[in-house]
C-alpha cells in the first residue's frame, strides 16, 4: 500500500497536518519526517516519525523507496524572519529541498506532490488590496524568493513531466497548538501566549498593520480540499490565493481584550515591520473558490474565542504557556 510522506512534520502546519491525515488514512500510512525541530508528543505516538534532511537526496530517495510513498506533503522550510539571518540556507532548504522531492516524485512516478506557497511572493509593487490571483511577484526576503522559485518549478513538473503538483499562497498560520517558528506574522500567535500569561503583549509590527491571516482548521481544510480536487478542474496548480480574514494588529489585540481583561498592548516595530509591509493587506482568492470549492470556517472573532478557549485548556494543564 503506498503511504504518505509530511516532510517538515514538527513545524507549525506540518504537526497538526500529519494528525489530521493519519485521522483520515490511518496512523501508519501517514510517515512523518521532520530534521532539526523536535517532534511534539502527539506527533511521536500517534505514527512513525523518522528524521530527514530534504537536501540530502540520497537519504530522501531512500526513505520514499523504503516506505513506498506515493505522496508527499513537502513543508520542510526556513520561514521570512529566519531566512533573512542565514539567506544561503534558506535558498538550500526551501529550493534545493524542493528540487530533490520533485525529481524524485518525477523518477518514481508519485502520485501527488503538495508544495506550499506563501503571501511572501508578493512584493512592494503588489496590488495590497486585495493582492490579485496573478501579478506581480517581486518579493524583498529570500524567503519570499525561494517561494517564487518554487511555485514555478512546481508549474514546470506538471507541464514539463506530468507530475501532480499542487499548492497553496498560505497567508499568515494562527495555531493554538504549535509556538512560532520565525515567521513575519508569528505576533498573531505571541500575542495569545503574553496576554493569557502576563496580560501584556509588545507587538513587533505597527498598530494599523493588516495582513492576510488563517486559523490553523481552515488551512488544514483548505490544503485537504486541493489534494482532493478533481485535476480536471485546475487551470491553477501551485499558485492557488486563499484567503480567510485580514486584520490590522490593534484590531487584534481588541478583540483578545474582550476576552482577557485589562490586556494591554504596546508597539515597538523591528526589522519585521518591513517585511510586512511588502506584503498585501488581502488576497484575491477567487481561483480557489471557483476551482475546488475553498470557503473558510473562522473569522477574526471566531478564531479569538476558541485559540483562548484552547489555550487555557492547555495552561490548566500545564500550569503555563510560556517557558
Known sequence: MKRILVTGAAGQIGSELTIALRERHGRETVVAAGHKTPPSAALRTSGPFITV???????????????????????????????????????????????????????????????????AVFGPRTPRDPAPQETILEPTTVYGISKVAGELLGDYYAARYNVDVRGLRYPGIISSETPPGGGTTDYAVEIFYHALEHGAYTCFVRPETVLPMMYMPDCIKATLDLMDADPSRLRHRCTFNVGAMSFSAADLAAEIAKHVPGFTCAYEPDFRQRIA???????????????????????????????????????????????
Open 53 to 119: 534532511d530534504v537536501t540530502d537526496r540520497d537519504r530522501l530517495a531512500d526513505v520514499v523507496r523504503e516506505h513506498e510513498i506515493g505522496t508527499v506533503y513537502h513543508l520542510a522550510a526556513i520561514l521570512s524572519a529566519s531566512g533573512e539571518g542565514n539567506p544561503i540556507l534558506a535558498w538550500r532548504v526551501n529550493v534545493d529541498g524542493l528540487l530533490n522531492v520533485l525529481e524524485l516524485a518525477r523518477e518514481r512516478a508519485l502520485d501527488r506532490v503538495f508544495v506550499p506557497s506563501s503571501i
Open 277 to 323: 509591509d511588502s506584503w498585501p493587506k488581502r488576497v484575491d482568492d477567487d481561483a480557489a473558490r471557483e476551482e475546488w470549492g475553498w470557503s473558510p470556517d473562522y473569522d477574526l472573532a471566531g478564531m479569538t474565542a476558541d485559540m483562548i478557549e484552547r489555550l487555557c485548556l492547555r495552561r490548566d494543564r500545564a500550569g503555563s504557556l510560556l517557558p
